[in-house]
């Protein structure tokens, strides 16, 4: 306990959990409940099975990063339902979901972890 308290700050800030680590490296990570959402946007046709997804921008609390090294996004619903990274920077992050079975993604939750440097 004490070596954590000597090598890392954390920092909650608009719903972000921020671990800050002596060495330089941060991870953020953040939860959204979206609830119902109705899937509303158009993709490239053929890139895949449903023609709806939802994106989302999520922008990282101010001086966060320096660099980012990793994003992971995952999402949990009642459905089949997939999500992916659709571009990042150390400002921000924008992500789709989708779902190749419905048009509406029932209790749908956001997980992002993101890792990178703060120094």
């Known amino acids: 306990k004490e ?28 939860t ?15 890139v895949y099975s449903h023609n709806d997804y939802i994106g989302r921008t999520y922008t990282f609390p101010k001086s966060t990063f320096t660099k980012i090294h990793f994003i992971d996004v995952n999402v949990q619903s009642t459905g089949y339902t997939q999500c992916q990274v659709a571009s990042s920077d150390i400002n921000k992050v924008i992500i789709r979901v989708w779902s190749s079975y419905s048009t509406i993604v029932s209790g749908l ?7 990178g440097r703060w120094k």
């Open 3 to 30: 070596m954590l308290e000597e090598n890392i700050i954390y920092k909650n800030v608009n719903g972000w959990h921020i671990y800050q680590y002596a060495s330089g490296k941060v991870e953020a990570y953040y």
């Open 32 to 46: 959204d409940p979206r609830g119902d959402v109705a899937l509303t946007g158009l993709r490239a046709a053929g």
């Open 109 to 115: 939750t956001v997980l992002l972890k993101v890792v």
